[in-house]
Protein backbone atom coordinates (compact mmCIF):
# COMPACT_ATOMS: atom_id res chain seq x y z
CA UNK A 1 0.00 0.00 0.00
CA UNK A 2 0.92 3.57 -0.93
CA UNK A 3 1.89 5.73 2.12
CA UNK A 4 3.30 8.49 3.66
CA UNK A 5 3.02 9.56 7.32
CA UNK A 6 4.38 12.26 9.01
CA UNK A 7 6.49 13.06 12.45
CA UNK A 8 7.96 16.00 14.22
CA UNK A 9 4.79 18.54 15.00
CA UNK A 10 4.90 19.94 18.18
CA UNK A 11 4.51 23.44 20.32
CA UNK A 12 7.68 25.51 19.89
CA UNK A 13 8.21 29.24 20.72
CA UNK A 14 8.08 31.68 18.10
CA UNK A 15 11.45 32.37 16.92
CA UNK A 16 12.21 28.58 17.09
CA UNK A 17 13.08 25.86 15.01
CA UNK A 18 11.57 22.30 14.11
CA UNK A 19 12.25 20.33 11.74
CA UNK A 20 9.03 18.27 10.16
CA UNK A 21 9.77 14.33 8.72
CA UNK A 22 7.58 12.22 6.07
CA UNK A 23 8.08 7.96 6.15
CA UNK A 24 7.27 7.09 2.84
CA UNK A 25 6.49 3.62 2.02
CA UNK A 26 4.80 1.32 -1.28
CA UNK A 27 6.07 2.85 -3.78
CA UNK A 28 10.01 3.90 -5.46
CA UNK A 29 10.44 7.21 -3.61
CA UNK A 30 13.19 8.60 -5.78
CA UNK A 31 10.68 8.56 -8.75
CA UNK A 32 8.03 11.08 -7.29
CA UNK A 33 8.50 14.73 -6.54
CA UNK A 34 6.96 15.26 -2.80
CA UNK A 35 4.99 18.32 -0.98
CA UNK A 36 4.48 19.81 2.40
CA UNK A 37 0.79 21.50 2.66
CA UNK A 38 -0.59 23.21 5.34
CA UNK A 39 -3.69 24.08 6.72
CA UNK A 40 -3.92 26.92 9.27
CA UNK A 41 -7.03 26.03 12.39
CA UNK A 42 -10.40 26.80 10.38
CA UNK A 43 -8.65 28.18 7.09
CA UNK A 44 -8.11 26.06 3.41
CA UNK A 45 -5.25 24.51 2.16
CA UNK A 46 -2.18 26.61 1.81
CA UNK A 47 1.06 25.03 -0.66
CA UNK A 48 4.01 25.41 1.25
CA UNK A 49 7.45 23.89 -0.55
CA UNK A 50 7.93 20.72 -3.09
CA UNK A 51 10.89 18.94 -4.22
CA UNK A 52 11.39 16.47 -7.43
CA UNK A 53 12.34 13.13 -7.00
CA UNK A 54 16.02 13.53 -7.63
CA UNK A 55 15.76 16.61 -4.84
CA UNK A 56 17.93 18.63 -7.03
CA UNK A 57 14.83 21.30 -7.32
CA UNK A 58 12.89 22.72 -4.78
CA UNK A 59 10.37 25.41 -4.48
CA UNK A 60 8.93 27.44 -1.68
CA UNK A 61 5.75 30.04 -0.84
CA UNK A 62 6.48 33.07 -0.46
CA UNK A 63 5.40 33.06 3.07
CA UNK A 64 7.98 30.43 4.13
CA UNK A 65 11.09 31.27 1.60
CA UNK A 66 14.12 31.99 3.42
CA UNK A 67 12.74 30.71 6.70
CA UNK A 68 11.68 26.80 5.32
CA UNK A 69 13.82 24.46 3.58
CA UNK A 70 12.60 21.36 1.64
CA UNK A 71 15.05 18.28 1.33
CA UNK A 72 15.02 14.79 1.22
CA UNK A 73 16.94 11.65 1.86
CA UNK A 74 15.73 9.24 -1.09
CA UNK A 75 18.51 6.03 0.42
CA UNK A 76 15.58 6.37 3.68
CA UNK A 77 12.62 7.23 2.13
CA UNK A 78 12.21 10.15 3.83
CA UNK A 79 10.81 13.81 3.53
CA UNK A 80 12.02 16.52 5.56
CA UNK A 81 10.84 20.56 6.32
CA UNK A 82 13.65 22.30 8.48
CA UNK A 83 11.41 25.41 9.59
CA UNK A 84 13.40 28.19 10.76
CA UNK A 85 12.41 31.47 12.93
CA UNK A 86 9.25 30.17 13.31
CA UNK A 87 6.21 32.87 13.25
CA UNK A 88 2.54 32.24 15.20
CA UNK A 89 0.89 32.45 11.51
CA UNK A 90 3.03 28.93 10.85
CA UNK A 91 0.59 27.44 13.25
CA UNK A 92 -0.97 24.66 11.26
CA UNK A 93 -1.35 20.89 10.53
CA UNK A 94 1.09 20.28 8.06
CA UNK A 95 0.66 17.50 5.20
CA UNK A 96 3.27 15.60 3.16
CA UNK A 97 2.03 14.39 -0.07
CA UNK A 98 3.29 12.13 -3.01
CA UNK A 99 2.99 13.82 -6.19
CA UNK A 100 1.79 11.47 -9.10
CA UNK A 101 4.93 11.85 -11.07
CA UNK A 102 8.66 12.98 -10.94
CA UNK A 103 7.92 17.14 -11.05
CA UNK A 104 6.07 19.20 -9.10
CA UNK A 105 5.03 21.08 -12.00
CA UNK A 106 2.35 19.19 -13.97
CA UNK A 107 1.48 16.51 -11.83
CA UNK A 108 -1.25 16.07 -8.66
CA UNK A 109 -0.99 15.52 -5.29
CA UNK A 110 -2.33 11.85 -5.30
CA UNK A 111 -1.79 10.39 -1.63
CA UNK A 112 -1.67 12.59 1.29
CA UNK A 113 -0.11 11.80 5.12
CA UNK A 114 -2.48 12.21 8.29
CA UNK A 115 -0.71 15.41 8.86
CA UNK A 116 1.37 16.77 12.14
CA UNK A 117 0.44 19.59 14.09
CA UNK A 118 2.74 22.17 14.84
CA UNK A 119 1.71 25.50 16.98
CA UNK A 120 3.78 28.38 17.29
CA UNK A 121 3.52 30.11 21.01
CA UNK A 122 5.22 31.41 24.04
CA UNK B 1 1.61 34.80 -8.92
CA UNK B 2 -1.67 32.99 -10.48
CA UNK B 3 -4.67 33.26 -7.94
CA UNK B 4 -7.22 31.14 -8.03
CA UNK B 5 -10.80 32.15 -7.01
CA UNK B 6 -13.34 29.69 -5.67
CA UNK B 7 -17.59 31.11 -5.72
CA UNK B 8 -19.51 29.80 -3.73
CA UNK B 9 -17.71 29.93 -0.75
CA UNK B 10 -20.66 28.12 0.84
CA UNK B 11 -23.62 26.47 -0.29
CA UNK B 12 -26.67 24.29 1.34
CA UNK B 13 -28.07 21.73 -0.76
CA UNK B 14 -30.47 19.10 -0.43
CA UNK B 15 -29.99 15.01 -1.12
CA UNK B 16 -30.18 14.71 -4.82
CA UNK B 17 -29.87 17.98 -5.99
CA UNK B 18 -27.44 18.97 -8.54
CA UNK B 19 -24.55 21.06 -7.24
CA UNK B 20 -21.98 23.37 -8.95
CA UNK B 21 -18.59 25.13 -7.69
CA UNK B 22 -17.10 27.69 -9.64
CA UNK B 23 -13.26 28.22 -9.58
CA UNK B 24 -11.92 31.24 -11.85
CA UNK B 25 -7.31 31.54 -12.65
CA UNK B 26 -6.29 34.80 -12.60
CA UNK B 27 -4.72 33.68 -16.24
CA UNK B 28 -4.70 31.09 -18.46
CA UNK B 29 -3.76 27.93 -16.53
CA UNK B 30 -4.67 25.34 -19.75
CA UNK B 31 -6.06 22.16 -18.37
CA UNK B 32 -3.87 22.02 -15.58
CA UNK B 33 -6.75 22.34 -12.58
CA UNK B 34 -7.16 19.89 -9.92
CA UNK B 35 -10.21 19.22 -7.22
CA UNK B 36 -9.77 17.98 -4.13
CA UNK B 37 -12.49 16.86 -1.44
CA UNK B 38 -11.76 17.36 2.54
CA UNK B 39 -14.39 15.78 4.86
CA UNK B 40 -14.49 17.23 7.86
CA UNK B 41 -11.57 16.26 10.30
CA UNK B 42 -10.15 14.23 7.25
CA UNK B 43 -7.23 14.43 4.78
CA UNK B 44 -7.41 16.23 1.63
CA UNK B 45 -8.06 13.52 -1.16
CA UNK B 46 -7.86 13.62 -4.99
CA UNK B 47 -11.00 13.83 -7.19
CA UNK B 48 -10.31 14.74 -10.20
CA UNK B 49 -7.28 16.00 -12.14
CA UNK B 50 -6.79 17.47 -15.60
CA UNK B 51 -10.25 19.36 -15.11
CA UNK B 52 -12.07 16.24 -15.98
CA UNK B 53 -10.34 13.10 -15.17
CA UNK B 54 -11.48 11.32 -12.49
CA UNK B 55 -9.02 9.57 -9.91
CA UNK B 56 -9.92 5.99 -9.89
CA UNK B 57 -12.21 5.30 -7.21
CA UNK B 58 -14.38 8.06 -7.19
CA UNK B 59 -17.57 8.32 -7.79
CA UNK B 60 -19.36 9.10 -10.82
CA UNK B 61 -21.45 11.58 -9.59
CA UNK B 62 -18.70 13.77 -10.10
CA UNK B 63 -17.44 15.63 -12.95
CA UNK B 64 -15.09 18.48 -13.85
CA UNK B 65 -15.01 21.01 -16.86
CA UNK B 66 -13.32 23.89 -18.23
CA UNK B 67 -10.18 25.14 -19.98
CA UNK B 68 -8.37 28.43 -19.58
CA UNK B 69 -9.50 30.04 -16.56
CA UNK B 70 -12.64 29.17 -15.93
CA UNK B 71 -13.46 25.71 -14.70
CA UNK B 72 -16.72 23.85 -12.85
CA UNK B 73 -17.27 21.25 -10.32
CA UNK B 74 -20.35 19.20 -10.75
CA UNK B 75 -22.10 16.83 -8.15
CA UNK B 76 -24.92 15.61 -10.40
CA UNK B 77 -27.29 13.99 -7.54
CA UNK B 78 -25.59 15.45 -4.16
CA UNK B 79 -26.03 12.49 -1.45
CA UNK B 80 -25.04 13.10 2.04
CA UNK B 81 -21.44 11.54 2.21
CA UNK B 82 -20.67 14.31 -0.24
CA UNK B 83 -20.43 16.63 2.63
CA UNK B 84 -17.20 18.32 2.96
CA UNK B 85 -14.60 21.56 1.88
CA UNK B 86 -14.27 21.79 -1.90
CA UNK B 87 -10.49 22.96 -2.91
CA UNK B 88 -9.44 23.73 -6.70
CA UNK B 89 -5.75 23.78 -7.40
CA UNK B 90 -3.50 24.78 -10.15
CA UNK B 91 -0.72 22.73 -11.32
CA UNK B 92 0.98 23.90 -14.18
CA UNK B 93 3.96 25.46 -12.38
CA UNK B 94 4.96 26.45 -8.29
CA UNK B 95 3.63 27.94 -6.79
CA UNK B 96 0.98 25.57 -7.23
CA UNK B 97 -2.07 27.56 -5.34
CA UNK B 98 -5.30 26.46 -3.84
CA UNK B 99 -8.76 28.50 -4.16
CA UNK B 100 -9.86 28.99 -1.12
CA UNK B 101 -12.25 26.28 -0.81
CA UNK B 102 -16.25 26.01 -1.15
CA UNK B 103 -17.66 24.14 1.96
CA UNK B 104 -20.85 21.76 0.99
CA UNK B 105 -23.11 21.71 3.37
CA UNK B 106 -26.28 18.92 3.18
CA UNK B 107 -29.74 20.08 4.32
Known amino acids: EVQVMEFGGGLVQPGGSLRLSCAAS????????MTWVRQAPGKGLEWVSS????????YHADSVKGRFSISRDNSRNTLYLQMNSLRAEDTAVYYC???????????????WGQGTTVTVSS | DIQMTQSPSSLSASVGDRVTITCRAS??????LAWYQQKPGKVPKLLMY???TLQPGVSSRFSGSGSGTDFTLTISSVQPEDAATYYC?????????FGGGTKVEIK
Open chain 1, 97 to 111: AKESGPYFSYYVMDV
Open chain 1, 26 to 33: GFSFSSYA
Open chain 1, 51 to 58: ITGSGDST
Open chain 2, 27 to 32: QDISHY
Open chain 2, 50 to 52: AAS
Open chain 2, 89 to 97: QRYNFAPLT
